[in-house]
């Protein structure tokens, strides 16, 4: 738990290190008063007046001390607080900006936005509510231990022994809860993510579903979330029970052996000053037992708060692709693959075998295969979203592990199948691209990717606001500003992931003419199905089961009767369908 606190704090460590500090020191003073007592008591049993007055000065004093310095422990348990919501959302998101892109996936997304919000929240409010607390009752014990020792070796030792056995049910119960824990943030997730879908989805449920909106999916997942949250709270009462057991069974044994004390079963004779101790003996016992009460209170809090830190630990364990030692310039936008394989985990198969292919700079090369072929993942290596297995892919020459994040970035441009927009304008979207871009710079890029067909319906025009993740448009009109937004940056490569899929006729062949325009001027590397696109292309990669099935222009590989053949008879045959005309009931009217 330390560890992640500091990681989290980096350079601001010294707050955790003096509000720990205050922390043990309270702890320990307050287990001292307690002990203090035990004069008090020797005076008043004894009938010596005196003396249980001058014993009650160091107990008030520390009463005095113990109160005020729980002041200065609470304000440092708030700094401490505020450095971890400041400090280590600031560092794991300057961790997180370092991960490979393929690393933000909808799960890890998921994660990341729950332990940066909810999480992080969560743990800035432990040292106040739980962790003083929670120290302090662990400490005191200690302190009243050695008091034991001085009044009654038995119990001390009996005192002694339990703490270890304590821990180990309350560890045991931890576990446990751990177990449950996990499987109530997976099952809440998994209903997060239903929630969006149900909600953003509800044209195609509904025309599929009728007016209930197909919420079968979302109630499986809320029905599971039930299951997993009846599971943790069955788990946290039977840990609170384990636990409360745990403590009053010491507590019982020191009884015992406070009865055996009385009997003089283990000390021979009562002596009044020996009861005297006993009693004494007692009264720090019943303070021994309650600060461990609280402990075994607090051990579900702890348990949630240690969960939230694994997952900031999972995040921290998440290695960013190494940075190159001596940055190497590329010499052109030319790509290369040398022998290239590729598996998303040592434990998953492989999706791209040996691929050896050069793309020549300013040509356009299209991608061509079945759904899972690997063209998607081919196109995300080039932006270096992950690192190859085998082999190596060069831009210019240069090993993308060889290129700066800046260099990278500047060298490429992407335009992806699912467009996202920020909340703003349509303007301030797609000057992402660019962020020095002049107004006429942002028209001329909205020109070329169709933008202003859209804007010109629109009142605001180009200021007008797209809403969150480009609610208030169309999922083509979302396209469109992304395919601007790419043109805008300009930069010497072109990766389009299915870019016009969400288009209609008129727009592929607006986004194709474009394309038409920047062969030559840009690398372009183009995943398509449109005939027009692909057949404009220098050179079609035809990928089959993470392979290269063939290569080369569309008149080369038309006249084959190989895989590009059999694709172009599908496009064809789907391109030539038509909804007939019922004749039938033409002519009866």
């Known amino acids: 738990?330390?560890?992640?606190?500091?990681?989290?704090?980096?350079?601001?460590?010294?707050?955790?290190?003096?509000?720990?500090?205050?922390?043990?020191?309270?702890?320990?003073?307050?287990?001292?008063?307690?002990?203090?007592?035990?004069?008090?008591?020797?005076?008043?049993?004894?009938?010596?007046?005196?003396?249980?007055?001058?014993?009650?000065?160091?107990?008030?004093?520390?009463?005095?001390?113990?109160?005020?310095?729980?002041?200065?422990?609470?304000?440092?348990?708030?700094?401490?607080?505020?450095?971890?919501?400041?400090?280590?959302?600031?560092?794991?998101?300057?961790?997180?900006a370092r991960l490979p892109v393929g690393w933000f996936d909808p799960d890890n997304t998921a994660r990341l936005s729950h332990v940066s919000t909810q999480g992080m929240m969560a743990l800035a409010q432990l040292p106040a509510h739980v962790l003083t607390p929670l120290i302090t009752s662990v400490i005191t014990p200690l302190a009243v231990i050695a008091g034991l020792f001085y009044l009654n070796l038995q119990m001390a030792l009996i005192a002694l022994v339990t703490l270890p056995l304590l821990l180990a049910a309350f560890g045991l119960t931890a576990r446990l809860g751990r177990r449950s824990d996990a499987g109530l943030h997976a099952s809440t997730a998994r209903t997060?993510?239903?929630?969006?879908?149900?909600?953003?989805?509800?044209?195609?449920?509904?025309?599929?579903?009728?007016?209930?909106?197909?919420?079968?999916?979302?109630?499986?997942?809320?029905?599971?979330?039930?299951r997993s949250a009846r599971r943790?709270?069955?788990?946290?009462?039977?840990?609170?029970?384990?636990?409360?057991?745990?403590?009053?069974?010491?507590?019982?044994a020191l009884l015992v052996a406070a009865g055996w004390a009385l009997n003089g079963s283990l000390g021979g004779t009562v002596t009044p000053a020996s009861m005297t101790a006993l009693v004494a003996a007692l009264v720090l016992v019943s303070r021994f037992v309650d600060p461990l009460l609280e402990v075994a209170s607090?051990?579900?809090?702890?348990?949630?708060?240690?969960?939230?830190?694994?997952?900031?630990?999972?995040?921290?364990?998440?290695?960013?692709?190494?940075?190159?030692?001596?940055?190497?310039?590329?010499?052109?936008?030319?790509?290369?693959?040398?022998?290239?394989?590729?598996?998303?985990g040592p434990d998953q198969p492989r999706i791209l075998h040996d691929i050896s292919l050069h793309i020549a700079p300013g040509s356009m090369t299209a991608l061509v295969g079945a759904s899972g072929s690997g063209k998607t993942t081919l196109v995300r290596l080039i932006a270096r979203f992950f690192d190859v297995d085998q082999g190596s892919v060069q831009i210019g020459g240069a090993d993308v592990r060889q290129l700066s994040s800046a260099q990278l970035a500047g060298q490429i441009s992407q335009i992806f199948q699912d467009a996202y927009l920020f909340q703003g304008s349509i303007a301030d979207n797609i000057g992402v691209g660019k962020a020095d871009a002049s107004r006429e710079q942002i028209l001329l890029a909205a020109e070329q990717a169709g933008v202003l067909d859209i804007v010109a319906r629109l009142p605001l025009g180009l200021d007008t606001q797209v809403g969150e993740g480009g609610a208030r448009l169309s999922g083509g009109e979302r396209q469109r500003i992304a395919i601007a937004r790419a043109l805008l940056k300009d930069a010497p490569i072109l990766l389009i992931d299915e870019a016009t899929a969400a288009l209609d006729a008129e727009n592929q062949a607006a986004i194709a003419q474009t394309l038409a325009r920047l062969r030559g001027k840009r690398t372009l590397v183009v995943i398509a199905h449109q005939l027009s696109t692909v057949e404009m292309a220098d050179q079609i990669v035809v990928l089959e089961n993470g392979r290269i099935g063939e290569r080369g222009s569309h008149a080369q590989l038309s006249g084959q009767a190989g895989p590009y053949a059999r694709f172009l008879a599908q496009r064809r045959a789907a391109k030539g369908w038509r909804?007939?005309?019922?004749?039938?009931?033409e002519d009866a009217t």
């Open 1 to 96: 738990m330390l560890k992640t606190f500091l990681r989290l704090l980096g350079d601001d460590a010294q707050v955790l290190h003096r509000y720990l500090g205050l922390t043990l020191l309270y702890g320990l003073l307050n287990g001292l008063t307690i002990v203090a007592v035990v004069p008090v008591l020797h005076g008043l049993l004894g009938h010596d007046i005196a003396a249980a007055v001058s014993g009650l000065a160091p107990m008030l004093v520390g009463v005095a001390v113990c109160w005020a310095l729980r002041r200065t422990v609470e304000k440092a348990g708030v700094r401490f607080g505020m450095a971890v919501l400041q400090t280590g959302r600031h560092r794991l998101s300057e961790h997180v």
């Open 192 to 226: 997060s993510r239903r929630m969006v879908e149900f909600a953003q989805a509800q044209s195609v449920l509904r025309a599929f579903n009728g007016e209930d909106g197909g919420a079968r999916f979302l109630e499986q997942a809320i029905a599971g979330q039930q």
């Open 298 to 344: 607090y051990s579900e809090v702890l348990r949630g708060a240690r969960g939230q830190l694994a997952v900031v630990d999972e995040l921290f364990a998440v290695q960013p692709l190494p940075p190159p030692q001596k940055p190497v310039q590329p010499a052109d936008s030319s790509v290369a693959f040398n022998d290239v394989s590729f598996g998303y």
């Open 232 to 252: 943790l709270i069955h788990v946290s009462a039977m840990s609170v029970v384990v636990n409360t057991w745990a403590v009053q069974a010491s507590f019982a």
């Open 579 to 585: 909804l007939a005309a019922d004749t039938t009931n």
